[in-house]
């Protein structure tokens, strides 16, 4: 798989890793069905928007680029993991 679709929008794992980024959980050990679930909860936080949703991630990495950049590689495998592509 290289995509999903949740809420009606198309996640590649580029844009389920900055999803994955705006949550709160550990992605590293989510389950897949926790993963989905985080996906989901930001996406209706952000009136599955994701111009919103980048705009929010673009903030957080101005505020914090270190934590910002260190949680996106780990939102990027776990992204990777759920979507079945080898990075």
């Known amino acids: 798989m290289t995509a999903l679709t949740i809420g009606g929008v198309e996640l590649t794992?580029?844009?389920a890793a900055e999803l994955l980024a705006l949550h709160d959980g550990e992605p590293l050990?989510?389950?897949d069905d926790d993963?989905?679930?985080a996906i989901s909860?930001?996406?209706a936080a952000h009136h599955s928007s994701l111009k919103e949703c980048l705009s929010d991630?673009?903030?957080r990495y101005?505020?914090?680029p270190g934590y910002t950049s260190t949680r996106m590689s780990c939102c990027v495998?776990?992204?990777a993991r759920?979507?079945?592509v080898t990075v």
């Open 57 to 59: 991630l673009s903030q």
């Open 29 to 31: 050990t989510m389950s």
């Open 35 to 37: 993963a989905l679930s």
């Open 82 to 84: 759920l979507l079945a």
């Open 13 to 15: 794992q580029t844009v």
């Open 62 to 64: 101005c505020d914090d």
């Open 77 to 79: 495998q776990r992204a």
């Open 41 to 43: 909860q930001v996406l």
